[in-house]
Nanobody, 115 residues
Framework: QVELMESGGGLVQPGGSLRLSCTAS????????MSWYRQAPGKERELVAS???????NYADSVKGRFTISRDNAKNTVYLQLNSLKPEDTAVYYC?????????WGQGTQVTASS
């Protein structure tokens, strides 16, 4: 069982920035495929960004150039830097870990970009 704990959400004005963190349990974090998803009210959950064990990243077109995913294996933590936030980025952001055929989710953290 892998436990994921997210933090860093909040309310910011459009154009602002936030950094989300997700800390995972377990001793083989470096092998996890890590992702951030988000779900806005009335919409399906969507992939925002992912990073594999080698540090290769992938982004949704809607966040390319604004969001950055990174990982610190020594701290069992994956980050999502959110810059130039737009109102349409408002959602609950979820951390996701995949190892072999198993998938784990965090509890989510709310991000709101509003004036």
């Amino acid at each position: 069982q892998v436990e994921l704990m997210e933090s860093g959400g909040g309310l910011v004005q459009p154009g602002g920035s936030l950094r989300l963190s997700c800390t995972a349990s377990g001793s083989i974090f470096r092998r996890y495929f890590m992702s951030w998803y988000r779900q806005a009210p009335g919409k399906e959950r969507e992939l925002v960004a992912s990073i594999d064990s080698g540090g290769r990243t992938n982004y949704a077109d809607s966040v390319k150039g604004r969001f950055t995913i990174s990982r610190d294996n020594a701290k069992n933590t994956v980050y999502l830097q959110l810059n130039s936030l737009k109102p349409e980025d408002t959602a609950v952001y979820y951390c996701n870990a995949q190892i072999l055929s198993l998938t784990y989710w965090g509890q989510g953290t709310q991000v709101t970009a509003s004036s």
